[in-house]
């Protein structure tokens, strides 16, 4: 296949004109920017410093309370998509803030949700009638189609990384939502109960699968941080991702979440990862430590709370100047399960 579009004549031109009206399209004009020999997406990597956003966010506190706006939430764009709400080409990020004594009130959406907690303690969101309540590092799901609320009862801001697939079910054309009839739905369970009951490698034993996510939708840092503690003494490092784990759904195996893939890394003290790309754009946050990943000619200098996004097929490394822990979030399941995702290591 020739790499460019084949010549235009007069005869053509003409032709292509007349098309154009019956809501028809030559091809061979537009092939090789259709198929392209690889992803050649619009995102640009770009990162979030929490402490030049955090006075954004908190100046949004001032401006409109978590009740009026819904959701009182910043979305971080990548630059290359702006005005589309979206991180990379198919997930969504954005940095909410809840303040002491509101409430987000209860909805429900066919977009699926994950909150990463990057500061506050003791506020809780609540998920089909089970609060959690939120901790730096905790990683929470809120399922498809479930009803959700947020609410702060500590004295502190709370402000936690939301992950969605809202890019994604756009593509789909499949959005629904529901707004609740009460601002905080009825709490019917209590605190930590899917988590003792699906979480601890036992299932109840005639339990079936409700839907496609985790019947543990709390993943609290204390938790993923111990098992890379004990995993780290092994010392067997990759050489690109360092130690990484994913999230799983303790009774499949499986991604916690249908339409996005999450991990957390440790990286050593010192680490300089070797080149690494895969068709999954991923958005990082940095839990702990600090060091810089390079993409392509430039580099993110990360610390604790930035965020930052590795867009899909980009050659990239991660350093680390202090041991380091980084969250991320990508559409990788997705890709998986459609037959689409690869991967490609520096020789
Ligand atoms: O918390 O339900 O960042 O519905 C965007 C849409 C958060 C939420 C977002 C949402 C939510």
């Known amino acids: 296949m020739e790499d460019a579009a084949p010549p235009r004549t007069p005869e053509r031109e003409a032709f292509y004109e007349e098309l154009a009206p ?6 061979w004009e537009v092939l090789r920017a259709l198929i392209t020999r690889e992803p050649a997406g619009p995102c640009v990597p770009v990162i979030w410093h929490y402490d030049e956003v955090r006075p954004y966010l908190m100046r949004s506190g001032a401006l409109i309370t978590a009740k009026e706006a819904e959701r009182r939430v910043l979305i971080l764009e990548n630059p290359a998509l702006a005005g589309k709400a979206a991180a990379t080409h198919t997930l969504y990020a954005g940095l909410q803030l809840i303040l002491p004594g509101e409430v987000a009130p209860a909805h429900r959406h066919s977009q699926s949700a994950l909150r990463f907690v ?4 003791g506020a809780y969101t609540a998920v089909d009638g089970e609060r959690t309540y939120m901790s730096p590092g905790d990683f929470i799901i809120t399922p498809s189609w479930t009803w959700h609320d947020h609410g702060n009862d ?9 992950g969605l697939d809202i890019p994604l079910v756009s593509f789909f054309d499949a959005s629904f939502m ?11 369970r209590p605190d930590g109960d899917a988590l003792a009951r699906y979480g601890s490698g036992l299932l109840p034993v005639d339990w079936k699968p409700a839907g496609k996510t985790s019947p543990v939708f709390s ?30 759904d303790p009774s499949t195996g499986e991604s916690a979440m249908p339409t996005m893939s999450t991990f957390m890394q440790l990286l050593p003290h010192g680490f300089a ?5 895969s068709t999954d754009g991923a958005v990082y946050v940095c839990v702990e430590g600090r060091g810089e990943t390079r993409i ?13 996004v590795v867009p899909s097929w980009a050659k990239h490394s991660h350093r680390a100047a202090a041991e380091s822990v ?15 995702w690869r991967e490609e290591r520096a020789a």
């Open 273 to 277: 990862g070797a080149s690494y790309r």
């Open 118 to 121: 990057l500061e506050g303690e």
């Open 154 to 162: 500590s004295d502190r801001p709370m402000v936690w990384l939301d």
């Open 296 to 308: 392509g000619d430039q580099s993110l200098a990360w610390g604790p709370r930035d965020v930052f």
């Open 178 to 188: 529901e707004p609740g009839n009460a601002e905080t739905q009825l709490v019917t």
């Open 22 to 27: 019956r809501h028809m399209a030559p091809l």
């Open 326 to 340: 980084l969250f991320s979030f990508s559409d990788r399941t997705v890709q998986e399960k459609l037959g689409l």
């Open 219 to 248: 993943y609290p840092y204390a938790r993923t941080r111990e098992a890379l503690e004990q995993m780290k003494r092994r010392q067997d490092w990759d050489a690109c991702h360092g130690l990484k784990l994913r999230y799983i």
